[in-house]
Nanobody, 120 residues
């Protein structure tokens, strides 16, 4: 089992910045992928960004150039630096951890989410 605890959400004006953190604990094997997803009211959960334990990253087109994902493997923590926030970034942001086996997603764990609200 892997437990994920997010922090850093809040209310910010458009154009502002926030930094989300997610600390993982429990039985953690590498390689793995950690990332952030978000879900706005009435919408499906969507990918924001992911980062592998080797440092490879993947971003949604909507956040490229504004958000930066990073991780500290020694602390089992992933970060999401969000700059240039827009009202459409308002959502509940979830931390995710998973491992792959033969391209199949296994050991899939989720945090409870942290709210990000961007006012116009």
């Amino acid at each position: 089992q892997v437990q994920l605890v997010e922090s850093g959400g809040g209310l910010v004006q458009a154009g502002g910045s926030l930094r989300l953190s997610c600390a993982a604990s429990g039985t953690i094997f590498s390689p793995n992928v950690m990332g952030w997803y978000r879900q706005a009211p009435g919408k499906q959960r969507e990918l924001v960004a992911t980062i592998g334990s080797g440092g490879d990253t993947n971003y949604a087109d909507s956040v490229k150039g504004r958000f930066t994902i990073s991780r500290d493997n020694a602390k089992n923590t992933v970060y999401l630096q969000m700059n240039g926030l827009k009202p459409e970034d308002t959502a509940l942001y979830f931390c995710n951890f998973y491992r792959e086996f033969r391209y199949i997603r296994i050991n899939d764990f989720w945090g409870r989410g942290t709210q990000v609200t961007v006012s116009s």
